[in-house]
């Protein structure tokens, strides 16, 4: 999936999901969540489930603390990365079954 897409679906969740009242287009890459577009602490617990599920990653609690859920970019970022060692791990996985 390519990191715009990941962009554009983030977008969608927060206007569609969490009913922003900013436009999917309106909402910039560096736009602080909480002080630019007023997502509250629920909307940025609401927002990691909703990224989770979508994904099929894992989101701790301690991700939305650490400030991977502050702005689009960041979010985005995050979403890669976790989508990239997911993948390392399924590849680490598929080597152990092949040489056991």
């Known amino acids: ?3 715009q ?3 554009a679906r983030i977008r969608r969740m927060l206007v569609e999901d969490l009913f922003l009242a900013a436009s999917a287009d ?3 890459d560096e736009a602080d969540f909480g002080s630019d ?8 617990v609401e927002l990691a489930t909703i990224v989770g599920e979508v994904f099929e990653i894992k989101v701790a609690d301690v991700h939305v ?3 991977h859920f502050r702005t689009l970019r ?3 970022d995050f979403v ?3 989508l990239q060692e997911k993948s390392s791990a399924v590849e680490i996985d598929e ?3 092949k040489s056991a």
């Open 37 to 44: 577009l007023g997502l509250d602490s629920v909307g940025f």
């Open 5 to 7: 897409d990941i962009s």
């Open 65 to 67: 603390g650490q400030g």
């Open 80 to 82: 890669i990365t976790q």
């Open 95 to 97: 080597l152990a079954v």
């Open 74 to 76: 960041r979010v985005t």
């Open 26 to 28: 309106e909402i910039a």
């Open 1 to 3: 999936m390519e990191k």
